[in-house]
């Protein structure tokens, strides 16, 4: 029965561990590769569970549990593969290495 309970315990604060969303402008073009590509980005950072990029306005929504990352992190992981965030300009190489589509300047 104490096992029972340290158990529900345990999911219950994983279910509620510090998940916070934020919204950032990453730049990039109007196709789903790019929609796919940034997300991709923003997902290979451990601690984002979900994450939204939106084509027209460039808004991309993530949540992350705040104890394993932050913005800052997501962002670099983000610039690393090519595109730019508020805080973090994206790497030259990774960028003219993107498909024809997902070039933004
Ligand atoms: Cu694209």
């Known amino acids: 029965m104490k096992t029972k309970v340290i158990v529900?315990?345990?999911?219950?604060l994983t279910v509620f561990a510090e998940n916070k969303t934020e919204t950032f402008i990453v730049k990039g073009g109007n196709c789903d590769e790019c929609k796919i590509?940034?997300?991709?980005?923003a997902l290979s950072v451990p601690g984002?569970?979900?994450?939204d990029w939106d084509r027209e306005?460039?808004?991309l929504q993530v949540v992350f549990d705040d104890t394993?990352?932050?913005?800052?992190t997501i962002?670099?992981?983000?610039?690393?593969?090519?595109?730019d965030t508020p805080n973090h300009k994206a790497n030259e190489e990774a960028y003219n290495e993107l498909p024809p589509c997902c070039k933004y300047e």
């Open 48 to 51: 984002v569970s979900i994450v």
């Open 68 to 72: 394993k990352t932050d913005v800052d």
């Open 57 to 59: 306005s460039k808004d």
């Open 75 to 83: 962002q670099k992981a983000i610039a690393k593969r090519g595109n």
């Open 8 to 12: 529900f315990i345990g999911s219950f």
């Open 37 to 41: 590509h940034i997300e991709k980005a």
